[in-house]
C-alpha cells in the first residue's frame, strides 16, 4: 500500500456513503494522529484499537450521524505521496470559510488549521475535512 492515510479516508468515505456504524482500518501512528484531530473536532465519534483476524493492529472508528446525515460531507487527501503540500502559517488553507477544518502535520504534531495557527507553525496538509 502506497498511501495509508488515503486508504483510510476512502474507508471512511466508502463506510459513510453505505451508512455503517462502523470500520476498520490498520493501525498506524500517522492514523491515529489524523483520528485524534477528527474526534476532537467532532467529525467521528470515536476510534479504539482492536486486533483483525490475522493478530495485526486495527482501528475501529464509530462514525458519526446527525439526523440521518454523515458528519462528514466531504473528505479530500490534499498531500499525497507523489506531490507534497507545504504551507507556511499564512498560507494555510480554510475550508468552505472556516466551516471545515485542514489537517496539517507541523513540527509540533499533527493539529487542525485552526491549532496551527494559534501554535504559529505550518507543515504539510494531509487533508480536508467538511
Known amino acids: 500500500m ?3 492515510l488515503g486508504d483510510m479516508l476512502t474507508r471512511i468515505r466508502n463506510s459513510l456513503m453505505r451508512g455503517k456504524s462502523t470500520v476498520r482500518t490498520p493501525a ?3 492514523r491515529g494522529w489524523v483520528l485524534d484531530v477528527l474526534v476532537e473536532e ?3 465519534r470515536s476510534y479504539e484499537t482492536a ?9 475501529e472508528i ?3 450521524y446527525y ?3 454523515p458528519a462528514i460531507r466531504e473528505i479530500k487527501r490534499i498531500s499525497t505521496p507523489g506531490r ?16 471545515g477544518v485542514s489537517i ?3 513540527p509540533r504534531g499533527v493539529m487542525s488549521d485552526a491549532q496551527a495557527r494559534a501554535a504559529n507553525v505550518g507543515g504539510e496538509v494531509l487533508c480536508t475535512v467538511f
Open 51 to 59: 486486533v483483525s483476524a490475522t493478530g495485526k493492529p486495527e482501528y
Open 84 to 99: 507534497r503540500v507545504y504551507s507556511g502559517v499564512s498560507t494555510i488553507p480554510t475550508v468552505k470559510n472556516g466551516l
Open 62 to 64: 464509530s462514525l458519526k
Open 104 to 106: 496539517v502535520s507541523t
Open 67 to 69: 439526523e440521518g446525515l
Open 42 to 44: 467532532g467529525y467521528i
Open 28 to 30: 498506524s501512528k500517522i
Open 2 to 4: 502506497n498511501d495509508p
